[in-house]
């Protein structure tokens, strides 16, 4: 009797700490899916307004139930400034979330802001100066590069770290994007209309100064202070055929009536 007692009371720490992991990691699972219910419980009211209640309870089933998986693999919040392939004066904001699909492509999706509510105005497509330079001529023009962007401290990555953002903007600089806007935001509160390609800025004095110094203050980020962090980043030489409305002649999308096949 007497080692029997002893043998469990030998035992008692072991089986203590052993409750208390498992107590804890059961406590930590739910925090974090009350974290993410909470979450979801946010995103859904402010996005929910004027709904019925129908949709609001099928909206919200949906978004604790369903799996997104491209959208969980997306990894990389970007906020930068594109303007119109035709326009220069007329700029705006862009939030990208983005995935690095393949060791020579990035696809991004894109909004107005980082926000529950926020608009989708577009997608973006990023790939490599090493398969850009094999593009036809044509499709060559639908693309800018990247070097300003970064080299100027214009397009950042909100709450990274400086060194970790450092070694992701070395890579970026040398790269070509592909950008549609299918909501002209700063024109229309509804997405009328056809895409319209972007471009950006390849030199000081063309993207608003105005717009940068307001994002900075609502992202807590110093363009200046990117800028001067960058400096050591080589300077890429754009290959030609990039930047299309530099030459003073550009391409924009349009609607053409065609006859339908069968």
């Known amino acids: 009797m007497q080692h029997d007692t002893a043998a469990r009371r030998g035992r008692q720490p072991g089986w203590r700490l052993a409750g208390s992991i498992g107590t804890g990691a059961a406590a930590g699972m739910a925090t974090a899916a ?7 419980a946010v995103a859904a009211a402010k996005t929910g307004t004027g709904h019925p209640l129908k949709h609001r ?31 220069m004066g007329r700029q705006v904001e862009a939030t990208h979330i983005c995935i690095h699909l393949r060791h020579d492509l990035h696809q991004c ?15 973006e497509y990023i790939t490599t100066e090493q398969r850009f330079r094999d593009f036809p001529d044509e499709e060559k023009r639908l693309w800018h590069s990247h070097h300003h962007e970064v080299k100027s401290g214009v397009l950042v990555a909100p709450g990274i770290p400086d060194r970790a953002e450092h070694a992701y903007f070395s890579d970026l600089a040398t790269t070509y994007g592909k950008t549609f806007h299918t909501w002209q935001y700063d024109r229309d509160d ?4 056809i895409p319209q390609l972007m471009m950006a800025f390849t030199q ?3 993207a608003d100064e105005a717009m940068i110094r307001d994002r900075d203050r609502r992202l807590g980020v110093s363009t200046e202070h990117k800028r001067q962090n960058r400096a050591d980043i080589p300077d890429p030489a754009v290959v ?8 003073g002649r550009t391409v924009q999308t349009c609607l053409e009536e065609t006859d339908f096949k069968r």
């Open 34 to 40: 009350g974290v993410l219910f909470g979450r979801k």
């Open 57 to 87: 309870v099928l909206d919200a089933a949906a978004g604790a139930i369903q799996r997104k998986y491209p959208l969980d693999a997306m990894s990389t919040y970007l906020n930068g400034f594109h303007m119109y392939a035709d326009e």
């Open 109 to 123: 999706v894109i909004f107005d802001r980082n926000t529950p509510d926020a608009r989708l105005i577009g997608i």
């Open 190 to 193: 509804f997405p009328y209309g």
């Open 204 to 206: 000081d004095g063309q």
């Open 240 to 247: 030609p055929g990039a930047n299309s409305w530099q030459s």
